[in-house]
């Protein structure tokens, strides 16, 4: 059962909609305010996000753009429905990351069907990441680095396919422990610092001189290969 998470002031539209939601099948969850609407999204979880713009104690662009911004809710379908109807309007809802622009007043009826076509067009994360290099299967929990097999912990291999999976993104060692290690966790954001140089020994040619794994000096990492050469053993093999 998808979830839909609903961010909306009007009572009557949010009652409308709970009722309709659930009537088509769908588990509701939703605030009518913004304060504390991305903590809830981080409790709920939900599949898709309601929001509306005009928040009487919050803008939903800042919304959208936090939302974006989160490391567990960065992908998360958002689909604006708010009274501003203008085209520049719409071009910045979508350009700060909305999936959608829906204006009211509407039909519920289209909401609906634009609800499901997130969802149909939502792929599955692809099962192998190839970049710089570097091959990780997801399924088999393996990853290869111009061919040879690396011998990674689960926690490396956890950090890796957590990185490779948003390529050219920074993230601090915060996030970066939310996402490996849980929140729930009894060990210090150095732990990172620690197991990027163990991944760097293992996939960069000069651990010293990174070009897969980048430091962002006051912030944390980010996966950006660059310039990253195949070794001449490797370029032999293919021309055999």
Not at 69 to 92: C, H, K, M, W, Y
Not at 93 to 99: I, K, P, S, T
Not at 229 to 238: D, G, I, K, L, N
Request: proline share 4%.
């Amino acid at each position: 059962m998808k979830k839909i998470l609903l961010i909306e002031d009007d009572s009557d539209l949010f009652s409308l909609l709970k009722y309709n939601l659930e009537k088509e099948g769908f588990s509701f969850a939703g605030t009518q305010t913004g304060k504390g609407a991305i903590e809830l999204c981080r409790r709920i979880r939900p599949d898709l996000i309601l929001l509306d713009i005009m928040l009487p104690d919050s803008d939903g662009l800042d919304l959208c753009k936090g939302l974006r911004n989160d490391v567990d809710l960065g992908q998360v379908p958002i689909i604006f429905l708010t009274a501003r109807a203008s085209e520049t309007d719409r071009i910045v809802g979508l350009e700060l990351g909305a999936n959608d622009y829906i204006v009211k007043p509407f039909f519920l009826r289209e909401v609906i069907a634009r609800i499901k076509l997130q969802f149909r067009s939502q792929s599955a994360p692809a099962r192998v990441l190839k970049s710089g290099g570097i091959e990780l299967d997801r399924s088999s929990c393996q990853a290869r680095l111009h061919g040879e097999q690396l011998q990674l912990t689960a926690t490396e291999f956890r950090l890796l396919e957590f990185l490779m999976s948003r390529t050219g993104v920074v993230f601090s060692r915060e996030q970066l422990l939310n996402a490996v290690w849980g929140q729930d966790r009894a060990i210090t954001d150095r732990t990172v610092d620690v197991y990027i140089l163990r991944l760097r020994q293992k996939i960069e040619a000069d651990p010293a001189n990174p070009i897969i794994i980048h430091s962002v000096r006051g912030f944390g990492y980010s996966f950006e290969p660059r310039n990253v050469e195949v070794p001449r053993s490797v370029q032999a093999e293919a021309l055999c």
